[in-house]
């Protein structure tokens, strides 16, 4: 989908992909205001042919009842874990669905899905589910904005979980801010682009980075940077979701890498370096999210450097530029692959941002190059979002404040769209 498109809303015809097959959706609905949005998402679903069943705790039954949802998608509405019949519900609930979907989801929810919490059927079921989770928060603003709500979203989304909205805007409650439940439309058009699982990247290798590196000074101490790998994550959760075998070279993250890709964990950028060039040979798109320090120490101590020997002059040399030498050094890749680089820089105007990726992506000799601002606490380092320009061969598309898992889908799509037209060459 090109980056700026917006859809449309659904008509009520049954979509191609379940003319055969039953899909089926859990419907996890918890207790907010927007919770009778979801009826709407649910109907959506179910006349376009998905077999939906809800879920629902006990504070969302406040808002809407058991038998709408039961009615709307033909199905008894689940909220207890131990049925009358003696069936585990979670147990069963989970291995048999293709997509889970929480909607509204509060900032409670989000605190107990962080923490593997499994206090009722809809946390239960959610900790056994392995089908990729769609969360849609709706919450007041104050709550969506607290550092305790990010950091809990930055953990499901390094797991792989994919966030759509909150909007900003009016809120149910009065209020006016972000926190606002997407429109349903918008939850069913996400819901369906899980489903399709994309598979354009199938057959390809892809070598992702993610992460910085760490640069010792003695045994102890390192220069390091504040990377904290989610944007690589992302990056390489969306290949992998596209059908690709990706390898994930990683330097220093407190995060747990995502699954089903090969891991290769790096310390400092000749590491990093080293692991790279082994995996680039044979990569059909090579994707440099890593930041990698530009200089090192020049030696590093053996033993800890004491404080009584007074303070250090550190001699910095630089590290080998990874990125420039792949882009300058076409022997040392695949015939016909792409190069995809990254430039952290400290400016938010779009303009300036896409002249600086225009640049480092000739300097690096990069096909692609996507500058994000790090310069405020919502894009960069650490953040959940990322405000970036992806600078291509036509040119520069601005991709605006986005999830990173949103940045990485748009990432995939440009490279997708350079390999088909290489293909089409
Ligand atoms: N990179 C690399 N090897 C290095 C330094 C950076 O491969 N030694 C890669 C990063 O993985 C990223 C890109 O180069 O894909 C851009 O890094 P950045 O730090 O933004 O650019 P620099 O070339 O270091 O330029 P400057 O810091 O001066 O802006």
């Known amino acids: 989908m090109p980056l700026a498109a917006k859809r449309t809303a659904l008509g009520s015809r049954r979509h191609p992909r379940f003319m055969s097959a039953r899909v089926r959706v859990l419907l996890c609905v918890t207790g907010g205001i927007a919770a009778y949005k979801v009826v709407e998402v649910a109907r959506s679903l179910s006349e376009l042919g998905c077999d939906v069943t809800v879920v629902m705790t006990r504070s969302a039954e406040l808002f809407v009842g058991r038998q709408t949802f039961a009615s709307v998608t033909g199905r008894e509405v689940v909220t207890e874990i131990f049925a009358d019949s003696g069936e585990v ?58 550092p305790a709500t990010q950091a809990n979203c930055a953990l499901l989304s390094a797991r792989g979980a994919r966030f759509l909205g909150p909007a900003s805007g009016p809120l149910l409650s009065g209020d006016s801010g972000a926190g606002r439940m997407v ?125 009584a020997a007074g303070a250090p002059s550190v001699e910095l040399v630089p590290t080998p530029d990874i990125l420039k030498e792949l882009g300058h050094n076409p022997r040392l890749r695949k015939a016909g692959s792409l190069l995809v680089g990254f430039a952290a820089e400290t400016e938010s105007d779009p303009q300036e941002l896409a002249r600086l990726a225009a640049d480092k992506r000739t300097s690096k000799g990069a096909d692609l190059l996507v500058a994000n601002d790090v310069s405020s606490s919502d894009s960069g380092f650490g953040a959940r979002t990322n405000r970036a320009v992806i600078a291509g061969p036509e040119g520069s598309v601005d991709a605006g404040l986005v999830t990173k898992t949103n940045l990485a889908e748009a990432v995939m799509d440009e490279v997708v769209r350079l390999l088909k037209g290489r293909a089409d060459a």
Not at 105 to 112: D, G, I, K, V
Not at 239 to 250: I, P, Q, S, Y
Not at 255 to 282: C, I, N, Y
């Open 89 to 146: 519900a979670h147990v069963e609930l989970a291995r048999t669905t293709d997509l889970v979907v929480l909607a509204p989801a509060t900032a409670h929810t989000l605190s107990r899905l962080a923490i593997g919490a499994a206090d009722d059927l809809l946390s239960a079921t959610l900790l056994m589910v392995r089908s990729p989770l769609l969360i849609v928060p709706a919450m007041h603003t104050e709550m969506w904005e607290h």
């Open 183 to 307: 429109e349903p439309s918008e939850v069913v058009n996400a819901a369906l682009d899980l489903l399709k699982a994309p598979s354009e990247l199938a057959g390809l290798r892809v070598l992702v980075t993610a992460g910085g590196t760490q640069e010792p000074i003695d045994p102890v101490r390192f220069i390091g940077n504040r990377s904290s790998g989610l944007m690589g994550f992302a990056l390489a959760s969306e290949a992998a979701r596209r059908g690709a075998k990706v390898t994930l070279v990683v330097g220093d993250t407190s995060l747990r890498p995502p699954s089903g890709v090969d891991l290769m964990q790096v310390r400092t950028a000749e590491d990093m370096r080293t692991a790279v060039l082994e995996a680039a040979s044979d990569a059909d798109v090579i994707v440099k999210a890593a930041a990698v320090a530009d200089f090192r120490p020049s030696r590093a101590a053996t033993k800890k450097l004491k404080k």
